[in-house]
T-cell receptor
Framework: AQSVTQPDIHITVSEGASLELRCNYS??????LFWYVQSPGQGLQLLLK??????LVQGIKGFEAEFKRSQSSFNLRKPSVHWSDAAEYFC?????????????FGKGTKLSVKP | DAGITQSPRYKITETGRQVTLMCHQT?????MFWYRQDLGHGLRLIYY???????DKGEVPDGYVVSRSKTENFPLTLESATRSQTSVYFC????????????FGPGTRLTVL
């Protein structure tokens, strides 16, 4: 069965520091990969997605992610974190050819930003 | 305004009562979804719908009922609420391709006493 693992439950970084959030997936073929962000009390918003082509994808708010097939990873990065980036981040996978219901989420990584 | 809305935003109910959570979207997206979000579990799919009158179970459907008589509405009913159904519920919608993002509503926080 497909699965998504986000190894870090909670990460704290200083404002201005770089950020990398880890995501590993389990699936035999190439999946469609997403990163969503959830601010406190809000719904989820798409940051970026990958389904083919260049393995480095750019998203909103200065985020990028790199798909590495050999490592089954899709890590999210940002070169300089802002206090407004404090939120919870979810990695998700969708299966090519599968039903739309097959969007599997990781359990999330909560990001705190120190001033 | 265009978008996806959920009502109510907060609900407190008692064990055994029937509760209906509403979801409305203005994009005419064919797919709609219900998720629950719990600490330590992330988001789990309850039910989804590919079109009006077409629904299917997700990962955790027990205790829930859905219907979709109109494209824009996708209500979720807890027929006899239990404490284990205390959660935050999110509705989402999307176009019918797996590459398309899902757009999420603001959520309904449900407490079952």
């Amino acid at each position: 069965a497909q699965s998504v693992t986000q190894p870090d439950i909670h990460i704290t970084v200083s404002e201005g520091a770089s950020l990398e959030l880890r995501c590993n997936y389990s699936y035999g073929a190439t999946p469609y990969l997403f990163w969503y962000v959830q601010s406190p009390g809000q719904g989820l918003q798409l940051l970026l997605k990958y389904f083919s082509g260049d393995t480095l994808v750019q998203g909103i708010k200065g985020f990028e992610a790199e798909f590495k097939r050999s490592q089954s990873s899709f890590n999210l990065r940002k070169p300089s974190v802002h206090w407004s980036d404090a939120a919870e981040y979810f990695c998700a996978v969708s299966v090519y050819g599968g039903s739309q219901g097959n969007l599997i989420f990781g359990k999330g990584t909560k990001l705190s930003v120190k001033p | 305004d265009a978008g996806i809305t959920q009502s109510p935003r907060y609900k407190i109910t008692e064990t055994g009562r029937q509760v209906t959570l509403m979801c409305h979207q203005t994009w005419s997206h064919s797919y709609m979804f219900w998720y629950r979000q719990d600490l330590g579990h992330g988001l789990r799919l309850i039910y989804y719908s590919a079109a009006a009158d077409i629904t299917d179970k997700g990962e955790v459907p027990d205790g829930y009922v859905v219907s979709r008589s109109k494209t824009e509405n996708f209500p979720l009913t807890l027929e006899s609420a239990t404490r284990s159904q205390t959660s935050v519920y999110f509705c989402a919608s999307s176009k019918p391709l797996a590459t398309n993002e899902q757009f999420f509503g603001p959520g309904t926080r449900l407490t079952v006493l």
